[in-house]
């Protein structure tokens, strides 16, 4: 079973989670982070800027969730254009070492297949940060997805593009397809770090972390790796 962490707040959990990666970074300085998009994230990042402070973090690499497919080259809410804003920028990292999975139509056939091999020259993810989203998704794996599943292309839910619709002008500018890390690749990272505020959560949270292990529940899938932290604040803890 997961350990879960309740937090007063957002802060708290960015916090928890900003500490643990600084001690993974001053252990060993070519830490390969698994790096997550979406607001949940955030309070991370901005941890991050001060518990990484004075630190070398010039051989840190990193590995994006996912990406949306098709999305013009350039346009601020590519997941690529997101980890750099908030993430590679404030932090000072080397955006060469960080990867997103290549969201351009040209390619698009190997492009999952070549993010794996770049995974795996890596050594492997240490710390993989998670969000989730309302259907129980993570990454941009929606439910139905195969536990087994590596990184591919796959269809946005509905209610997935719904949810995402505030980041773009309107719903229908909302990409309608991803390349995203497979469970299967999520599951090979060292240590899986499921970070979920606010009650509109709740479900999702208990589902993954008490539900039944269910494609159903993609998220559900942290329950076949032996060592997951859920970090949740009152709201997103209170159906567990
Ligand atoms: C997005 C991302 C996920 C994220 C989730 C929740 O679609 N692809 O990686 O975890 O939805 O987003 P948020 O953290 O903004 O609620």
């Not at 070519?30 to 051989?59: F, M, R």
């Not at 969000?131 to 839910?157: C, M, Q, W, Y």
């Amino acid at each position: 079973m997961a350990e879960v962490i309740i937090v007063n707040d957002k802060a708290a959990g960015g916090e928890i989670v900003a500490r643990e990666i600084a001690r993974l970074v001053r252990s060993n300085p070519e830490t390969v982070l698994g790096l997550a998009t979406g607001s949940t994230p955030l309070p991370v990042y901005e941890a991050l800027t001060k518990h990484l402070d004075g630190i070398d973090v010039s051989q840190v690499r990193g590995f994006a969730l996912d990406e949306y497919v098709g999305i013009a080259a350039g346009h601020p809410e590519s997941y690529r254009a997101v980890i750099t804003r908030e993430v590679v920028e404030p932090l000072g990292l080397d955006a060469a070492r960080i990867h997103t999975p290549d969201g351009s139509t040209d390619g698009i056939e190997h492009a999952g297949e070549d993010y794996e091999r770049a995974i795996e020259a890596s050594g492997g993810v240490d710390l993989q940060i998670l969000g989730i989203g309302t259907d129980g998704h993570i990454g941009f794996n929606e439910p139905g997805s195969s536990f087994a599943s590596a990184t591919r292309v796959k269809t946005l839910t509905a209610q997935t593009r719904e949810d995402n619709a505030r980041f773009f002008a309107s719903v229908d500018e909302v990409p309608r397809h991803c390349i995203t890390q497979g469970l299967g690749t999520i599951l090979r990272a060292k240590h899986l770090v499921l970070l979920a505020f606010g009650g509109g959560k709740a479900k999702a949270v208990a589902a993954a972390v008490e539900g039944a292990l269910t494609a159903s529940v993609p998220g559900s899938a942290i329950q076949l790796h032996p060592h997951v932290t859920v970090v949740v604040d009152e709201a997103a803890a209170s159906e567990l």
